[in-house]
C-alpha cells in the first residue's frame, strides 16, 4: 500500500454550528499515520517520512492485522496539558537506548481520531460519521493508543479547552470524505490565542541593526521575576519607534530577571529596569515559556506591583 499523507484542517474564522459537523480537541503534538500489519506498526510524519523508531511504547500493534489510522502523538508537561516541546526532543533521537531513555522518562500516547483502512476496504471515500463509527468499534487496548471523544456543540468545546489551556479545537463537515495530502475547507482548525500582561526586563536590536526589534518579558513571582520569552512579533517600525524613546533611560547593567536567561536570547540584549508592564497574545497558556507571543501594546495603567510581583 503506497503511503498516505494526512489530511490536513484550514484555519477558520467562526466555529461552525449546526447537525452537519462535528468537533474535536486539537492536540498539540506529532501528526502521525500507523499502518499496522500482521505485528508490526509502520508510524509515518506528516511529510511521509518513518518516524517508528522515535516511539517504541506506540509499536505494539492492536489486535487488527490490516489498519491504517490517522492521529496525534503527544505527551503531558507537568501541567497535565498535551505540550509539543516536552515531545521535541524525541523527534530526531535514533539511538536505541537514548530512545528508551526517553520514552521511559515522557512517554507519549497516540491519540487516534480516524480510519483510513481496516481489513483490506480502503475506507477514505466513506463519510467522516462512518469512519468514526467503525473506528470507535475497533479494540485498541494495549497499543498505547486512545480514541478521544466527539461533540456536538463547538462553541461550547471552544469556551471549554481555552478554559483548560489547550490549543484549540477543529471542526470537521460530518460527511467529509478522506483527501489525503490535501487541505480543505471540510477541516477547520480554531487555535486559542491568550492575551496576558508581562513585565519588560530587556530588549534586542534588530539583527544587523540598531532599531528595537523585540523585547525580553518576564512573570512577576514570589520567586522574582521569571523570564518568559522574547517577543519581536507586533513591534512594526512605528511601536519600535515608541517602545525605544520609553526604554531610553531605563537601561542597567545586569539582568532583572531571577532565572536565567537562554544564551540565545540574552546574547545582544539591553537590560531594562522592570518597571514597563506591556500585553502579549501567546498561544496556550499555562507555559513557562511564551508560545508565539505577539506584542500587543504598552500598559501606563498598570505598573509590576499589579501584576502581583511580591
Known amino acids: 500500500m503506497p503511503i498516505l499523507l494526512p489530511m490536513l484542517a484550514t484555519a477558520g474564522a467562526h466555529v461552525p454550528s449546526g447537525d452537519d459537523w462535528c468537533h474535536e480537541v486539537k492536540w498539540d503534538g506529532v501528526r502521525a499515520l500507523a499502518t499496522v500489519g ?69 512517554p507519549a500516547t497516540f491519540m487516534v481520531f480516524d480510519l483510513l483502512r481496516h481489513d483490506g476496504d480502503d475506507l477514505t471515500r466513506l463519510p467522516l460519521d462512518e469512519r468514526r463509527a467503525r473506528l470507535e468499534a475497533l479494540d485498541l487496548g494495549g497499543s498505547g493508543w486512545q480514541v478521544p ?19 484549540g479545537i477543529v471542526s470537521k463537515r460530518r ?39 523585540s523585547l525580553l518579558v518576564g512573570e512577576p513571582t514570589p520567586q522574582g521575576l521569571l523570564y518568559r520569552g522574547r517577543v519581536g512579533s507586533g513591534i512594526g517600525p512605528k511601536q519600535s519607534r515608541v517602545l525605544a524613546e520609553v526604554v531610553a533611560p531605563l537601561g542597567r547593567a545586569t539582568s532583572p530577571f531571577a532565572d536565567e536567561v ?20 501567546t498561544h496556550g497558556a499555562g507555559y513557562d515559556r511564551l508560545r508565539q507571543p505577539s506584542y500587543q501594546g504598552l500598559r501606563s495603567d498598570l505598573t509590576p506591583e499589579d501584576l502581583g510581583a511580591p
Request: cysteine-free; charged content about 25%; aromatic content about 6%.
Open 149 to 167: 471523544s466527539t461533540y456536538d456543540d463547538g462553541s461550547m468545546l471552544f469556551d471549554a479547552t481555552r478554559g483548560q489551556g489547550l490549543e
Open 38 to 106: 500482521s505485528s508490526t506498526v509502520r508510524l509515518t510524519s506528516r511529510n511521509g517520512n518513518d518516524i517508528t523508531g522515535a516511539w517504541p511504547e506506540l509499536a505494539t500493534p492492536p489486535d487488527h492485522p490490516d489498519l491504517v489510522v490517522d492521529g496525534e502523538i503527544i505527551a503531558l508537561n507537568e501541567r497535565g496539558l498535551p505540550d509539543f516541546r516536552v515531545l521535541a526532543e524525541r523527534i530526531h533521537v535514533r539511538k536505541t537506548a537514548t530512545v528508551a531513555r526517553l520514552a521511559e522518562r515522557t
Open 175 to 213: 460527511d467529509s470524505r478522506y483527501r489525503p495530502g490535501e487541505r480543505t475547507q471540510h477541516w477547520l482548525k480554531f487555535a486559542h490565542r491568550h492575551r496576558a500582561s508581562y513585565v519588560v526586563g530587556g530588549w534586542r536590536p534588530q539583527t544587523g541593526g540598531t532599531h528595537l526589534a
Open 262 to 281: 537562554p544564551r540565545v536570547d540574552a546574547q545582544g540584549t539591553v537590560w531594562l529596569e522592570p518597571v514597563l508592564v506591556v500585553d502579549v497574545d
